[in-house]
């Protein structure tokens, strides 16, 4: 049985916190986990990476090959196509994703990721021609259809993404404010994806572009984007604290009510006088049935606002519960 080097994991893990912006220390570390049989820790390296690195293409990648290899082909296809979302001409990451999408018995994606890639050019990308060859034999043996492209963008989506490059703040105007998006809407919402996508590439220490793209993503319902988005902002401002409530809110929408509580928490340093900060941490921990916390909570701020009524209701609840359970906390 081979022997587990601690010394050079702790050599890795330490490249990893006194570099958090550079990508390779994270995939080189996840790699390594990896190799080692330690698929888990890999994934968390890799998840960990996305929140602080500057530029994430490496560590999708990486992440989608390691789900994949265990057999979760949905998750892991998702990230190796971000990865060529954000590197669209790297020959590596379009070569991985068709591989990847052909093992997922998806012949018609994988012949298309093979076209983009071939169509780069190169020696590299004509080595690719007879695996296309084959993929396009398959689909005429099996009578699969080809990928369907994209449709043309409409002139409104083609005006709002220009819009969105030069004026990225427009971006949190296109927000509902209450109900679910129509198709209309949503196709509105994509083009500023793109557009600030585009923008936070460019600019990856812009705090304000990842909040933005934060919350596009979660009116477009993607979530785990969303998420990664916004922790994105807090590792370039920790001090930004409407991206942390922004993060509070994904997390409770994900249903991990303990990240939730640690963000709110931290925006509650950040704003000890903000009343509703601390009404938001009384309703997360009464959720999770922490009375006495949740109490502590509401009276912190109903101290900083007498008038709140949130914290009122939220005593007024915790005292009925309370009173059903005989009085006790």
Known sequence: MRRHDYDKEAELRARAAAQPSRPRVHTELAAWLSRAGRAAQAREVLQTGLAVAERTARLHHLLGLILCGAGDYESGLRHLERAVEKEPTRLLLLRDLALAQGAAGRTASSVESLRLAVSLGGEEASRLTWLLRVGERVMAETGA????????????AAVVERIVSRNPEIAEALILRKGAPGSAQRETLRAARRALVRLAAQNPSHADLHFGLSLVEEQLGEI????????????????????????????????????????CRHASRLRPRWADVHVCLGRILHEQGRGPEAAEAYQQALQIDADCDEARQGVAALEAAWAEKGGEA
């Open 145 to 156: 259809r080809a990928e369907r492209r994209p449709p043309r963008l409409s002139r409104r």
């Open 224 to 263: 785990d984007r969303a998420i990664e988005a916004a922790e994105k902002a807090l590792t370039l401002n920790p001090h930004y604290v409407e991206a942390c409530l922004l993060a509070v809110r994904l997390y409770e929408k994900n249903g991990k009510p303990g990240r939730a509580e640690q963000r």
